[in-house]
C-alpha cells in the first residue's frame, strides 16, 4: 500500500502545486471558541450504551424509540438540527443496495467476484465506485464476495 499511497499523495501535492495560486492565505479571527457540552456527550454516551443493549437483546426498535426519548428529553436541539433528507438518502441507499444484492440478474453479473484476485477486485471496486458511488459499490462488492474491507481498499 506505501507505493500506492506515495504514488497518490504526490500526483495530489503535484496537482495541487499547478491548480491554485500561491498567494497568502487570509485567517479570520473568531472570539467564539466552540463549547464543551458534557450534559450532551454524557447524554449521548448513555443512550448509545442503551442502544447497543437493545441491540443485543433483539429489541432494535425498543431501542430506537428509548434513544428517540432521550433525546427528546435531554437534548432536543440534537433532534431538531439533525438533517433528516441526508440520513433518509443512506437509509434509502443502503435499504436498496441490499435489494438489489437479493436479484439474481445480479447474482448472474457479478458472480465471478469472489474469484477476482486483489488486483481485479480493486480494479472492480474503481469502476462500479464511478457508476454507483463509493459507499453503495462497497456494500455490493462485500455481499458478492467473501473479502473484507481492506482487500477493497475501503
Known sequence: MLPLAAAMML???A???FCF???R???QSSDRAPSWQPKLVWSCLGLYVVFLTALEMNQALWGLALVLLGFLVLARAVIVHVDWSLLLVFMVMFIDVHLLT??????????GVGTLSGGGLWLTAIGLSQVISNVPSTILLLTMSAVNTARLGG
Open 102 to 111: 437479493q436479484l439474481p440478474a445480479l447474482h448472474q453479473v457479478l458472480s
Open 25 to 27: 492565505l487570509s485567517y
Open 21 to 23: 495560486p500561491a498567494k
Open 11 to 13: 500526483t495530489l501535492l
Open 15 to 17: 496537482l495541487c502545486w
